[in-house]
T-cell receptor
Framework: DGGITQSPKYLFRKEGQNVTLSCEQN?????MYWYRQDPGQGLRLIYY???????QKGDIAEGYSVSREKKESFPLTVTSAQKNPTAFYLC????????????FGQGTRLTVV | KQEVTQIPAALSVPEGENLVLNCSFT??????LQWFRQDPGKGLTSLLL?????REQTSGRLNASLDKSSGRSTLYIAASQPGDSATYLC??????????FGPGTRLSVLP
């Protein structure tokens, strides 16, 4: 089955730790995206990548980092610099960066303990 | 920058009713608009994609219309069922910009 796989589903982070969220797609899509969703706030864009080996900051990139070394993978690292990381994180992809449809993974819920 | 609003924020109806969910956006220069469904603790599932040249799109009991010039889209759900309970988000895609999403309408269909 083609789709987007996010792992883990639940993640707990201690204060001061970096954690990495995985996003893998087998749709052969060029563009990939990371969003953060907080209750009552909708989705906010963290980072996006139009093509392999390229990525740009979104609206709330501070405290996050990404890499895009392979077309199918776009991991997100939540660093200790992110002051309020507890949220639901969603990865998405599209065929290209333009007038194409977005597909989403099932999300990772990150909680700081 | 594209701003998206959705009305109502929440809706609770008895089973069998026909529903109307509204999406408004400020920048009418869009490629397309998607409607999504999100169940609690899950990702977004694409329901319908309307291209900017289209007026409406249908899938089963769902029908979405697009009035690009006025910055509005409407999602109609016919004969609602308890399984339709979820949050519905719209996402207009503007030229040269990333996907932007509305805050969603939380729908509860009571048996």
């Amino acid at each position: 089955d083609g789709g987007i796989t996010q792992s883990p589903k639940y993640l707990f982070r201690k204060e001061g730790q970096n954690v990495t969220l995985s996003c893998e797609q087998n749709l052969n899509h060029d563009a990939m995206y990371w969003y953060r969703q907080d209750p009552g706030q909708g989705l906010r864009l963290i980072y996006y990548s139009q093509i392999v080996n390229d990525f740009q900051k979104g609206d709330i990139a501070e405290g996050y980092s990404v890499s895009r070394e392979k077309k199918e993978s776009f991991p997100l690292t939540v660093t200790s610099a992110q002051k309020n990381p507890t949220a639901f994180y969603l990865c998405a992809s599209s065929i290209g960066y333009g007038d194409t449809e977005a597909f989403f993974g099932q999300g990772t819920r990150l909680t700081v303990v | 920058k594209q701003e998206v609003t959705q009305i109502p924020a929440a809706l609770s109806v008895p089973e069998g009713e026909n529903l109307v969910l509204n999406c408004s956006f400020t920048d009418s220069a869009i490629y397309n608009l998607q409607w999504f469904r999100q169940d609690p603790g899950k990702g977004l599932t694409s329901l319908l994609l309307i291209q900017s040249s289209q007026r409406e799109q249908t899938s089963g009991r769902l029908n979405a219309s697009l009035d690009k010039s006025s910055g509005r889209s409407t999602l109609y759900i016919a004969a609602s069922q308890p399984g339709d309970s979820a949050t519905y988000l719209c996402g207009p895609r503007s030229y040269g910009q990333n996907f932007v999403f509305g805050p969603g309408t939380r729908l509860s269909v009571l048996p």
